[in-house]
């Protein structure tokens, strides 16, 4: 039989994929409501973000708590403090999508996305999905090789976030200064959604090389915006 | 003499500090570079982060071997645990001064605020830097009615962060396509600077009150985008 301490440990593991599991199912409903102008789901995306601000909080409580009582060393440690950083990022992830289902219940009837962006943010939505889904997987297996490969989704990410600024900043093309303002927004929402999903994969190398190496950032390098407008204008 | 643990918690409260002067330093300088469309400057702001980053990380290391070897307790536990949440805090702030230098640097010659919006930016800036400098001196005195009135200073930049916005998606007003999405993203990085502050002070008003109280949310709930523009659109 495990003891008090490591069943602790190990629900802080599951509530950890539970949070992930709830991003997923929010940032997929948001773009879903987003793309179909569905009210009613954007409602229930606002309204489900409270579930994961709750588990966030239970969750550092445990981890509080079992820092007190257990008072925790080496690996054990490293799980409890990095568990702490996880969940602030995944409730993060959790913002993000409530942000995006808010402009999506701002613009009904009407979509917020224009019929030429809408594959696109649909895209953004995808990638978005998978890179949590995937987080949640890397929590559970602590794989460190598919915590290192995540960087790939977040590439995509970034291409597509590029590509979206590159229309948006487009003079010739059409679109509504709401437009323009929204989908700025939207699209900074998707990539942060997924550099916090990067985060959450590099603190899990962390847990399992126990190397907090300062040479690496464990908060993802985010691509800048500035540095983002400035290769599409040097492009155009 | 104090003994060589309660030293380590007087450094971590030194280097909280510290973080708060250096991102202050930053955002002050970054809106200076904007609005003057200074190129050394926004160089020497994004060179400076690396410092806020480097003494995140040497403060998150001290935080975790205070934790193995010292296994706090009650209040010196809650010091140390919620240290690292304000250092994950300060060195965003740092980041998002870093994004308004960048904007800046992408623009010059030129400035990335044309005439009409420099007091804008200029008043979005102040407000920065006074909520930064407020959230250093209530890290080393812990003054908890200080940390509330906080609030405050962000409500001013919420209001701030609205009137941009309006002037933005005003479509009478001949902004550039670049001119909107470039302000877009500042007045993000302004009221985001802003956010994280007030979740430092906070996070005070649990190191004193020891209350980690469900009801509260220790990260400071943002004014999201989509409610400011629907505010701005009902009133127009």
């Not at 069943?7 to 793309?35: K, M, P």
């Not at 709750?54 to 060393?73: G, H």
């Not at 590509?163 to 927004?185: C, G, K, N, P, Y």
């Not at 090389?209 to 492009?235: K, L, M, P, Q």
Request: with cysteine; aromatic share 4%; hydrophobic share 45%.
């Amino acid at each position: 039989m495990r003891d008090q301490f490591h069943e602790d440990l190990d629900t802080i593991t599951d509530q950890l994929v539970e949070l992930t599991r709830l991003a997923g199912s929010a940032i997929s409903r948001a773009t879903t409501a987003l793309l179909d102008a569905d009210v009613q789901l954007a409602e229930s995306v606002i309204e489900a973000d409270k579930q994961l601000d709750e588990i966030r909080i239970s969750l550092d409580n445990l981890s509080i708590n079992l820092l007190a009582r257990q008072q925790p060393v080496a690996t054990d440690l490293r799980i409890v403090v990095t568990a702490m950083h996880m969940s602030s990022d995944l409730e993060r992830m959790g913002d993000l999508a409530r942000h995006v289902a808010k402009v999506a219940r701002l613009r009904t009837p009407e979509s917020a996305v224009p019929p030429q962006l809408r594959s696109h943010i649909l895209q953004m939505g995808q990638v978005a999905e998978a890179i949590v889904a995937k987080c949640g997987s890397i929590i559970a297996s602590k794989d460190v090789e598919a915590a290192a490969a995540l960087d790939k989704d977040d590439d995509a990410m970034d291409e597509l976030h590029r590509e979206l600024f590159a229309v948006l900043l487009d003079e010739e093309r059409d679109l509504h200064r709401t437009t323009v303002l929204d989908l700025a927004l939207i699209g900074r929402y998707y990539e942060r959604f997924a550099d916090h999903a990067v985060s959450v994969a590099r603190r899990v190398v962390y847990l399992v090389t126990g190397e907090y190496d300062s040479e690496v950032s464990y908060d993802h390098e985010e691509v800048e915006d500035a540095d983002v407008i400035a290769e599409i204008e040097r492009n155009s």
